[in-house]
Structure formats: C-alpha cells, structure tokens
C-alpha cells in the first residue's frame, strides 16, 4: 500500500476538491457580506441557495424560459427574497441580541424548506445542463465538467463581487458599514439601505452558488445541507472576513474530498467538524476573522 | 384579590413556591396529573408522556441557554447519549432502570463537559456552531461503533418494575411524569443556590462574572454538564418510551426543536420550559386533528408535513419579533390582570 501510493489519484482527488472549495468559497462569500454588514450570522445560507435554484428550476423547464432570461430572473428573484426577509425578519430585530437574530434565521430556514415542500414536493429534480460536457483534463487528471465550469463561474463572481464592491460607491458605504456603524451613519451613510443592499447581494450570490450546486447534483428539500458545510467554511475562516471565506473555502473542499475518497462518504462531514472544532479550540475567531476585545 | 406581595423575611423571600394561591393551584395541578391517566385515552397518554420527555430535555437546556446564556445546538445529541447508554445498559448488562437512567445522565454529562470545553475561549455564535459539530459527531459514533448497532439501532427491552414491565403508556405514564417533575423541582431549586445564581451572573455578563470571583470556566462546564445530564435522562426515558434506539433518532432538528421550545415558552424561566415544550410538542397534533377535520382532508394531508415545518419556523420567527420572552410573559400579563382586575394593568 505504502510503496505504490497512487499520486495521480490524490492529484484529481485534491483538484475535484479544490473546485468545489470554490463554490463553497462563493456562498460563505455570500453569509459573509450579510455578517460583515449587519451581524447577523444566517444560518439559512443554505436555503436561499436552495430558493435560488429552484426559481431557476421553474423558470427554466416550467416556463420554459431561455437560459440567459431564467438565471438573472432567479437571481433577481433570490434577491428580491432577500429584501423581503431584510425588511420584516431582521430590521424589527435591530439592536436585539445576536442570538435572537441568529435564531431567526434558524426559524426562516424551516419555513423555506416547508414552502419549497409546500411548492415543488420533496422530490429530487434534475436542473437543465448549460455548461460544457466535454471533460476537462489537467495534465493527466479528469476533473468533471460541472465541477470545473462551476468553480470556473464561481471565481469569476467572486472576482466581479471584490471589485464592485471595492470601487462602487454602495460597496464603500458597505464596507464603511461594517468597519463602524456609528461612524458611517454621523458621514451621512444610509445604514439602513446598507442593511438592505447587503441582503439582497447576498441573496443573489447565494442563487447564483444554489444554481450551479443545483446543476451538479440535482436539486431537493435537503439541498441546505450544503449551508452546513459553509457554516463550517466561514467559522473556519472568521465570520467577518473575505480573505477567509475564500482560504476556508478551498481547505473545506480539499479536506471533504479528501475524507470522501480515501474513508468514505460518512466521514466527509465528520472531517470537516473535526476540523472545525479544531480550528476554534487554536484559533477561537477562525483563521482570519478579526479578534473581539471586550471590556466591562 | 391579591393586589400585591410584602415578604418580611429574607426565608420568605426565597421560597420555592412563595403565595398561598400558587400552592393551592400547585396541589390542583398535581392532582390533576394523578387522576389525567384514568381518564385520558391510550393516546393522549402517549402525549403525555411525549410531552413530558420533551419538557425534561427542554428544561435541561434552558438551564444553559436560559439561564447561563450558552447557546448550545447540541442538546438531541445528549439526549443520544443518554439514550444509547440506557439502551446498552438494558440489553448488554441488565442492570435496573433506575441505574440506567442515572447511568444515561452521567454519559450524557460527561459528554456535555467535553463540548463545553471550548465555551471560555469561544462565546456566542462561534459556540452555537461548535456544538452542532458535538451533534454530527455524536451521529458519527453512533452510526458506526460495534456496540451501538450501527445504523439499524438497538432495540430496548421495556423498563422492569418490580418484576412488572413497563410496556404501555399508561404504565410509562407513572415513570416518567414523577421523573419529570422531580428534575423540574430540583432545577426550580438549582436557581435558589449559589451555583444557579452564578450561571444567572455568567449570562448577564460573563466579565463582570468574572470580576466578582466567579471561576467561569467551572461554573459554565458546570452548566453544560447539568443541561446533559438533564437531555441523558430525558434521553434514557426517550429510550424505553419508543423501545428502539437508532442514530436517526436524534437529529439537529431535534436540537433546534428544543431551543425552539424554550424561545417559544420563555428563555431563563422554569414556566418558559414547560409551556414552550408543551406548545411546541402539540402544536403539529392539533394541525393534525384540523386537518382530519376539514372536507377533503386526505388529500391535504400531503401538505401536512411541509406545513409543519413553515409553522414551526414562523412560531419561531413570530415570538422572537413579537413575543421576545415568550409564553411565560404572556402568563406573567394574564396572572397580573387577574391581580389587579377591576383596576388598570
């Protein structure tokens, strides 16, 4: 066993793993501009994701709408959704303890995965294919097309995301927001719309990430499972930090992969908690996140 | 009427049950649970004992959530221990359910240490998540240990009293109501004690906690430990209540049902347990029996599932808006517009 370690296996193992870390990398991006802006830790990243895919879904093989008018009109959707959840569930809890907020997020999960039971039934529905089939092969490795396109347009977003929201006045005033909240408000930020424009971008990222989760593995009520996995992502990263949920991001995949293809499929979630735990035990703010003083 | 209260000694002060009127419908209530298994059928017993398990539980983690301000996601994953360690005990050793019960809360409480080791460096959300890493690691072990049965489970052989097989809820009703009460007692007193009037210190703020020599991480291993061991009893009677044991049984949305439950009743109150779970256990009962109600209720039964799950979120999500401390306040109003009624409130 030890004297023919099969490299090139690991080698495709670690790159399957590595791009699927880039979709992770995209939803936590996505928990972390709500965190950042508002801190309010939702735990329902996952079911917005699953929202946004199955929009897709009905646009695209109920309506039969085209594919360049079904995925912004489930994205913009997904984001309209977010607004609404912005304005009736977290505003009226401003200034609650976060622990309020974070339960109800726990609370509009389980309503959402009852409304998409409600809508579209438990059952597992395949998403129409739009990417490229032919396999991708890097140096002697097979990676699957989904799996590559995907990661592809994951990094793209989360290019286009860091970008915008380095250069556009309202990624400034987010970014102002999340730095001090007080401060921004006293240099006329409106922190409220700030609040709003924060759901909704998280919102639409999470369609676009559920979208393209959604077209490798086919789409179901238990598709939030996916959130854990972010969950775990962005507490190993640090809640509030980008640089985090893109490292996290990858070492999350590459270590789910990993545990999934030399232990078993039971494991991948076990690794990934082991190393959460792990990781907060060393460090108790994540890898990158930044380190609360606290005073009397 | 009763327009007020004047405690004159510090002992009145700091009784269990401080008016004439609250003993009187204390006794009314304890009859009433004597004389409910005469009455009640087969399955409001089954209800009721459901119901009672689900107050235990929920009473142990408002002990640390309520009470000692340490969210914990992981309580259905004690409630696992407690309940394997019952039904390894029952089938493998056979030793007296009393023993086992014991035996599932001190597992589950040892269990509960281990997770709250990380509750001095990590506060709040981070702790939150933490311990939905115990519950899929508790799954883990559970699932894949020889002893545990793997994913078939274990069967549990009924609880044995005097030679006399606990085996119906009628029976079961007389095992786990009293073990129920007894812990709900003993944590109503906890609150009387140094140690609960640490764990209240610890949640208001856990630095000045601190400040006043209040060994935090003790004090919050401590709280941890107590609210497990409560899910391991709660768990262990789960165990000879559904005679089968699997690692399906004890789910995250289990965990999230219980902190639902003390949202719901009211965090950092005994009364919040009680009626949160109570709420809580039966609200999908009656939505069953509306359903069963309505013209054309079989066709709506298929919706009866994903309806549950949006109304359990939205009574989440609607007193956390609404109602922040729960079905407790709500009693605290009506208890105080009977006392002062017929003057404004």
Redesign the interface.
Known sequence: MTGNFDWAYLFEISLTGIAGGGLYALAALAFVMVYKATRV?NIAIGELLMVGAYLFFTFASMFALPLWLAIPAAVLGTGLLGAVIERT?IR??LG?P???V???T?????????????IWT?DQRRLPDFMPTQPIMVGDAFLAPKVFWGAVIAVAFIAAVLVVFRFWRGGVALRATASDQAAAYSVGINVPRVFSLAWVASAMLAAISGIIVGSIGGISSSMGVFG?SV??VV?VGG?DSVLGALVGGILIGLIEALAGAYLGG??K??AT??V??AV??AR??GLFGTHEI??? | MRIGTLKETYIADAALFDSRTQKVWLAVGAALLVLFPFMASDYWLYLACLVSINVASATGLNILTGYTGLVSLGQAAFMGLGAYTVAVLETKVGTPFVLNLLAGGFVAMLGGIVVGIPSLRVKGLYLAIATIAASFIAHFIFANWKFTGGTGGLSVPPAKLLGMALDTSFRLYWLIVPVTILMLLGAANLFRTRVGRAFIAIRDRDISAEVLGIPLLRYKLLSFGLSSFYAGVAGGLWAYFFRVVTPESFPLLMSIFFLAAIIVGGMGSILGGILGAVFMTMVPELLKLVVDLMPGGSELTVFLSPVRTVIFGLLIIGFLVFEPHGLAEVWRRVRRFFHLWPFRN
Not at chain 1, 106 to 118: F, I, R
């Open positions: 830790v569930m009226p809890l609650e976060p622990i309020s974070f339960m109800v726990v609370g509009l999960a389980s309503v959402l995965v009852g409304l998409v039971e409600m438990a854990l969950l775990v507490i809640l039971e494991y979630l076990l908690f082991i959460l735990v907060l035990l108790p703010y606290e005073r009397l």
